[in-house]
């Protein structure tokens, strides 16, 4: 069931906090941002669309080596994501039962947690069913739900996951995320969603490895 809300929002000030570190940004400028209701992460998703170096994208990710060969739950979790591409973005939208209110964070937990019924951080399996919007990026990089593998070993069913952004592979060069308001959800080359200066983590769920 979901956590209670003063643990959610401690996690998500970690998240924040987490996210102002990597940036460089100033913490009580991007908590001040949110608590007006601001998307602090815009100019980031702004940038999603200029295709960054692949220094940025390819960085050394330290974590458990992992096959490239994609598992049947990762297929599936990659074609369930296919299905929502042309969908609308809302920042810090709660998906409910439909598509069109999420952001790229609540997109992962909708069809991770909502659609294929699988723990997502903080939520048991079977028990995210979209009423909120669920963990944020900086949840996702240090849940122990997944573990970090190298960006060569990436499989449909990964999750791409920087400060600011993530996304869902569906094979091992292009993801499907929510990427802004303009945009809405695409399928883009990794490279192509990163954004400018972000380091990117690539996540399996440890569920894709058990129930492969």
């Not at 913490?27 to 601001?38: D, E, F, H, P, S």
């Not at 997502?120 to 573990?147: A, D, E, R």
């Amino acid at each position: 069931m979901p956590i209670k809300a003063g643990y959610l929002l401690a996690a998500g000030g970690g998240a924040l906090l987490l996210w102002s570190g990597f940036t460089g940004r100033n913490w009580t400028k991007t908590l001040r941002a949110v608590i007006q209701g601001q998307d602090p992460t815009q100019l980031a998703q702004d940038a999603a669309i200029i295709t960054t170096p692949a220094a940025y994208s390819a960085g050394s990710n330290v974590g458990v080596p992992a096959h490239g060969a994609a598992s049947a739950t990762g297929m599936a979790i990659a074609q369930d994501a296919q299905q929502y591409i042309g969908s609308t973005y809302v920042w810090g939208g709660a998906p409910g039962s439909g598509s069109g209110n999420w952001d790229c964070s609540s997109f992962a937990n909708a069809v991770v947690g909502r659609d294929m019924g699988l723990a997502i951080p903080l939520y048991k399996p079977g028990t995210y069913h979209g009423q909120s919007h669920g963990p944020t990026t900086g949840i996702w990089l240090v849940w122990t739900g997944c573990f970090t593998i190298h960006r060569q070993d990436a499989a449909a069913g990964d999750l791409a996951v920087w400060q600011t952004h993530m996304g869902i592979f569906v094979d091992s060069t292009h993801i499907v995320s929510a990427l802004n308001a303009k945009l809405g959800v695409k399928q883009t080359t990794v490279e192509g969603a990163a954004p400018f200066g972000e380091k990117l983590f690539v996540r399996r769920l440890k569920a894709v490895t058990v129930h492969g």
